[in-house]
């Protein structure tokens, strides 16, 4: 339903009289999301997550590749398409508080794209906006409160609200939950499950937290500095990471029951610089199986190894997937 | 080593008082600390963990923090009532404290290098002759710091101001400072709350060395259950101002006895295997401007009984574990 096809967002940082510096944010990222599907995208900060989210809806601006949805190219929108696009794709963001206008009620908050996409009007309206709340937990008598006498949680399901009003087909869920206590995260992630079954939702969920990647969404895609280094499905990631940043992250969760899993070392150093990329693997910084000579010079390519897995290292040797293939990088496949 | 616990907090409780009405932040605590323990304080926000960790130093303005009973036990001083100059003295050297942001504490004008050595010619104490640190003298403690908490590049990162640093490095930074004093107690408010999990991973390493190499203890205040079962060996869980259970890791995530510890890790998704629902905690945190009398978790708890509007028990089942609650008085009772 979703294709991203080598998508580039690059932002320009110079500085006069420093030169150019461009931050290559995403950098040739390829992604399909099947209707129906709960895709995670999963990093540090600075991996380039939020950003691809953003880039689907054009909030930045991009620099290269394809965006399709639903088979129409929407790489560059017109004004027709621009409609299309606000009325199926949905975005649901971190801090509920202000995504959300302090001065406008519930009611006028969640019936504004009713307002401007549909011909609703008056007491249907009204109705209409009452079942919403309805459908994410929340009594009819929140319809005239403001913003600041709800509490986060609360909050966050009049944001819901506010993104099933049109009935949209993806949900792009730019870490929904990190604003919120355990206990109010719970309901949530629990009433998100419920949705995406009720009305055949897809989800884009962008998220750090990996304990709830594996709780809600059936595929992963790994990213680090703006490239996906592992992808596939949910469980067979979590069970065998293959790539050794993904091993790493998940070595370094921790868990809450008494005995910890064998970690070994903690990965060192930090995530480099998004300006300055280190040549060969962005990885090859901070990689504990870094082959010196070819991990920093030459740049892997994100490659099928088995079904529904790939990944983006040199460790691993397969033929070369469908997306992925980094233009600039074609010709450093590994022999 | 005496019984005598180093730290003792007794019967506290700390109001705010705000133009809507007394905010009932701290509602008679009591919490102990052995020397060499590490305890972790968890709770949901607004819990009053952080309100507990700043009232250790004293650095809660007053007004509007208005102490309302009882008392806090440092090696057996009070700290509520010591002077401001006794306090100027624990500070740093008896008890550090590191926090959630370490940008927020660190000038950023100033070169870390430079805030770090502010910070040990304050702390005088910490040359045993009891001699005056010099300042080159002081300079070369500072990088011996920065070794210590393993910042890469201990003497270029010297001079590095702190927009120069990852947050990690940051962390360590300020961890450099806590260390300076060579304090008895370390104080972290949510040390790693705002770093990524591979860069916590890594500081929470860090402290687990460094305390075992100064002999320290530690409290460590976070709302993750997770990090709790890495670093700690007892664990307080707090709900709107109220202790509610005090147990052992073990105890606690094996057999935890309070509704709302129980509703607490049946919250928490697993990131090591597939969990089939989680159930949350219906219902929100009680206002506590009028918080309800007895138990404050009782608006929220399923097993509520008429009884739970009077104040809960605490019911012992061991040395190492109790729980305050009217579930298990009325077993003991019947």
């Known amino acids: 339903m979703l294709d991203l096809i080598d998508l580039k967002v690059h932002f320009d940082v110079s500085k006069r009289g420093r030169g150019k510096a461009i931050l290559k944010a995403v950098n040739g990222v390829s992604l399909s999301l099947a209707k129906g599907d709960s895709l995670a995208l999963v990093g540090e900060s600075g991996s380039g997550k939020s950003t691809i989210g953003k880039a689907i809806l054009h909030l930045v601006p991009l620099t290269g590749g394809t965006i399709k949805f639903a088979g129409i190219d929407i790489t560059t929108l017109n004004p027709e398409r621009e409609r299309h696009l606000r009325r199926t794709v949905q975005m649901i963001f971190q801090d509920p508080h202000s995504a959300l206008n302090p001065r406008m009620t519930i009611i006028r908050s969640v019936s504004e794209s009713l307002i401007i996409h549909t011909r609703i009007r008056g007491s249907e309206l009204r109705h209409r906006v009452s079942e919403l709340l309805e459908t994410v937990g929340l009594p009819e008598q929140f319809l005239y409160r403001y913003p600041h006498e709800l509490s986060g949680g609360q909050k966050q399901r009049v944001c819901i609200a506010r993104a099933i009003a049109l009935h949209p087909e993806l949900l792009i869920l730019d870490e929904p939950t990190s604003a919120l206590d355990v206990s109010v995260q719970a309901q949530i992630l629990e009433f998100l499950k419920d949705l995406q079954a009720e009305f055949s939702l897809s989800y884009l969920f962008i998220s750090h937290n990996l304990a709830v990647v594996r709780h809600l969404c059936n595929k992963v895609a790994v990213m680090y500095l703006g490239e996906i280094v592992e992808q596939g499905e949910t469980e067979a990631v979590f069970e065998d990471p293959k790539h050794p940043y993904t091993r790493a992250l998940l070595h370094a969760v921790p868990y809450p029951q008494v005995i910890q899993p064998d970690r070994g070392q903690p990965l060192r150093g930090d995530i480099p610089s998004p300006i300055d990329l280190p040549p060969g693997c962005n990885f090859s910084s901070r990689c504990p199986d870094m082959q010196a000579g070819l991990c920093d010079r030459i740049a892997p390519t994100l490659l099928a190894i088995e079904t529904g897995r790939q990944v983006s290292c040199h460790l691993y040797g397969a033929t070369p997937a469908d997306h992925g293939k980094h233009d600039d990088t074609g010709s450093t496949q590994e022999t | ?334």
């Not at chain 2, 100027?88 to 940008?103: A, K, L, V, Y």
């Not at chain 2, 002081?138 to 908490?149: D, Y």
Request: glycine share 6%.
């Open chain 2, 1 to 334: 080593m005496t019984d005598q616990p180093l730290l003792s907090i007794q019967d506290f409780s700390l109001d705010f008082d705000t133009f809507d009405g007394v905010y009932k932040a701290i509602d008679r605590i009591n919490i102990n600390l052995k020397q060499g323990e590490t305890l972790g304080i968890v709770g949901e926000t607004g819990c009053g963990k952080s309100v507990i960790a700043k009232s250790l130093l004293r650095l809660l303005p007053s007004p509007p923090a208005r102490v309302r009973s009882g008392k806090i036990l440092f090696n057996g001083e009070d700290l509520l009532t010591i002077s401001e100059q006794r306090m100027r003295e624990i500070r740093g050297i008896d008890i550090s404290m590191i926090f959630q942001d370490p940008m927020t504490y660190l000038n950023p004008v100033f070169t870390v290098g430079r805030q770090l050595v502010d910070v040990i010619m304050a702390h005088q104490r910490v040359k045993p002759t009891g001699e005056k640190f010099s300042p080159i003298e002081a300079k070369a403690h500072a990088i011996e710091l920065l070794r210590m908490v393993q910042l890469p590049n201990p003497e270029r990162q010297f001079d590095s101001y702190p927009h120069q640093l990852s947050g990690g490095m940051r962390q360590r930074v300020l961890i450099a400072q806590a260390l300076s004093g060579h304090p008895k107690m370390l104080v972290a408010d949510e040390p790693t709350t705002a770093l990524d999990v591979t860069i916590q991973a890594q500081i929470l390493e860090l402290i687990k060395a460094l305390i075992t190499e100064f002999g320290m203890s530690m409290i460590l205040i976070t709302h993750d259950l997770s990090v709790v079962a890495t670093i700690c060996s007892r664990v307080v869980v707090m709900y709107a101002g109220q202790v509610v259970e005090n147990a052992s890791v073990e105890d606690l995530f094996n057999n935890p006895k309070h509704p709302y510890t129980r509703g607490l890790l049946s919250a928490i998704p697993h990131p090591g295997r597939k969990v089939s629902a989680l159930s949350g905690i219906p219902g929100s945190l009680p206002n506590l401007l009028d918080p309800p009398p007895g138990c404050r978790f009782q608006e929220r708890c399923t097993q509520a009984l008429e009884i739970c509007s009077e104040r809960p028990p605490w019911i012992r089942f061991s040395d190492r574990h109790e729980t305050a609650c009217w579930l298990y008085a009325e077993a003991e009772n019947a």
